[in-house]
Antibody, heavy 118, light 106 residues
């Protein structure tokens, strides 16, 4: 069974960096598919943030391009989100998810709530 | 950016009723649309992809239709386990999401 699980701090101070990990079991992230980060804001708006492909290439939402980095550790079957210079507007529930090439998301993690506050 | 306008934002229906949720795209998305169900505390679950294809394991009372800029999700014979939030997502140009519909029992 394919499972994705997000982990990371639930509280980040403004101007600092947000770092999250997505651990994948049941499928090897280099075997195929794209691996995305998506967030859901209070009030339910959802935003795709970016992905790392099975080959390691990345693609980011243009609105986040200067602040975001997605990387991976293939030995641990994990991929990571780093979002720099966070503000209170980055408070959201963050999900990792899998998609067939540029299509729907067929597996999602449970989500991790991150609050940006001093 | 392709904007996705979903309606209604909330919906109250009775068991056994048929429910329809709609999504309108700001431009033609050529049926590159998915629908998801999300229950409180759970991750989103894929229901429909390519506008009208049922995902594995999804009950046949769920169906999707539409083309161009207008799409809909229909739930026939509403069951108690269908109480959830539903949202659409386009993948014709990057990914953008509808605002969601919260479905409750009347």
């Amino acid at each position: 069974e394919i499972q994705l699980q997000e982990s990371g701090p639930g509280l980040v101070k403004p101007s600092q960096s947000l770092s999250l990990t997505c651990s994948v079991t049941g499928y090897t992230i280099t075997s195929g598919y794209d691996w995305s980060w998506i967030r859901k804001f209070p009030g339910n708006k959802m935003e795709w943030m970016g992905y790392i492909s099975n080959s390691g290439s990345t693609n980011y939402n243009p609105s986040l391009k200067i602040r975001i980095s997605i990387t991976r550790d293939t030995s641990k079957n994990q991929f990571f989100l780093q979002l720099n210079s966070v503000t209170t507007e980055d408070t959201a529930t963050y999900y990792c998810a899998r998609s067939p090439l540029l299509q729907w998301f067929d597996y999602w993690g449970q989500g991790v709530m991150v609050t940006v506050s001093s | 950016d392709i904007q996705m306008t979903q309606s209604p934002a909330s919906l109250s229906a009775s068991l056994g009723e048929t429910v329809t949720i709609e999504c309108r795209a700001s431009e033609d998305i050529y049926s590159n649309l998915a629908w998801y169900q999300q229950k409180p505390g759970n991750s989103p679950q894929l229901l429909i992809y390519d506008a009208n294809s049922l995902a594995d394991g999804v009950p046949s009372r769920f169906s999707g239709s539409g083309s161009g800029t207008q799409y809909s999700l229909k739930i026939n014979s509403l069951q108690s386990e269908d109480v959830a939030s539903y949202f659409c997502q386009q993948y014709n140009n990057y990914w953008t999401f509808g605002g969601g519909t919260k479905l409750e029992l009347k």
